[in-house]
């Protein structure tokens, strides 16, 4: 089928060479050779003029036009799922949906596996894509085609639905070695300490540098910079350093290896994290079943589970009684 000579079904080889920008990886995501895409691509170049994806390096990137491109056929495609294609009821058994759910590694390791076990019980058949956040996640977060964007409230988009999941604060973490576990951590022991800081998306700022301390002025001497909180325990372990972390993070973590929990010694509000999504997707049935799934994994980080850690760990009343 041919609209103004494009060849329609381009749009969807189109939409997923700009969200993968890889030959191979779109192949495997619609099931075609790398030949058959590559043939595609062409093909696009070929209608728009334009490369559309360049080489670089060993990588691909996405042309000025390409960009421009993005996020309109990935709205196209998604209005037609919703409004011509989206089922009417959905039955997670009978389902071979795919799921892209865009995340920081913090919420993979805390949530994901609750909503993997819940989605097993139900024996669904779906698949899910757990990615892990790019910019582009914070400032476009449909450009690459995500079903779900998982993020703190504070880069919330008015544009896009949302619904809280769950509520955290950041606690301190270190070794038990180090100098600073020796005693209760005070604002001054935490400015002179020397510091690991996450840098999950390189040069935008995390949501502690950017609503904790920026407000406060707070200036810390980071020794390393981390883009990965599962390297955080063994980072500790070979250090003197403190790391500043959620505390359900902490909680899950602090049996790693010789690690204790301090409270962040300055005054702070809890963070919020919440599940972002399309509005006009919000009455698809395959969307609804997914957003109840991933309340249902959040409900179930429950004070039982957490409280399991008091008579093991060393840390505050506080790191409890607000993260529940």
């Not at 192949?27 to 595609?40: D, G, M, Q, V, Y």
């Not at 949302?162 to 209760?184: G, I, T």
């Not at 609503?211 to 909180?229: E, G, N, T």
């Amino acid at each position: 089928m041919r609209f103004k000579k494009l060849d329609l079904n381009l749009l969807v080889a189109l939409d997923a060479l700009l969200t993968e920008q890889h030959v191979a990886k779109t192949a495997e995501r619609l099931n075609l050779s790398p030949s058959a895409t590559s043939n595609a691509l062409a093909r696009l170049r070929t209608y728009f003029n334009d490369d559309l994806l360049r080489s670089v390096g060993r990588n691909m990137k996405v042309t000025e036009l390409g960009e421009h491109l993005q996020l309109s056929v990935r709205q196209v495609l998604s209005q037609i799922e919703t409004d011509i294609l989206a089922p009417r009821c959905f039955d997670p058994k009978e389902s071979d949906s795919r799921f892209r759910i865009c995340s920081s590694d913090f919420v993979q390791t805390l949530l994901f596996p609750k909503l993997v076990n819940l989605a097993a019980i139900q024996s669904a058949g779906v698949i899910f894509d757990f990615v892990s956040l790019g910019i582009d996640d914070f400032k476009q977060m449909d450009s690459k085609g995500n079903d779900v964007v998982i993020l703190p409230k504070p880069y919330t988009s008015s544009e896009l639905k949302k619904v809280d999941l769950f509520e955290d604060h950041f606690v301190c973490m270190m070794s038990k070695h180090s100098p600073y576990a020796k005693e209760p951590l005070t604002a001054d022991t935490y400015l002179s300490a020397s510091h690991i800081a996450l840098e999950h998306v390189p040069g935008y700022p995390e949501v502690f540098e950017e609503f904790i301390c920026a407000p406060i002025d707070l200036k810390r001497h980071i020794a390393i910079r981390c883009s990965s909180m599962s390297a955080i325990p063994d980072l500790l372990q070979h250090s003197q350093h403190i790391v500043t972390v959620p505390s359900r993070f902490a909680l899950l973590h602090v049996n790693s290896g010789d690690l204790i929990i301090q409270d962040f010694p300055f005054h702070s509000s809890p963070i919020t994290w919440c599940a972002h999504w399309q509005s006009q997707r919000s009455e698809e049935a395959g969307m609804k079943w997914l957003l109840e799934l991933i309340k249902d994994a959040a409900n179930l980080i429950t004070r039982t589970e957490l409280m399991l850690h008091k008579t093991e760990h060393r840390y505050s009343s506080k790191a409890i009684n607000l993260c529940i």
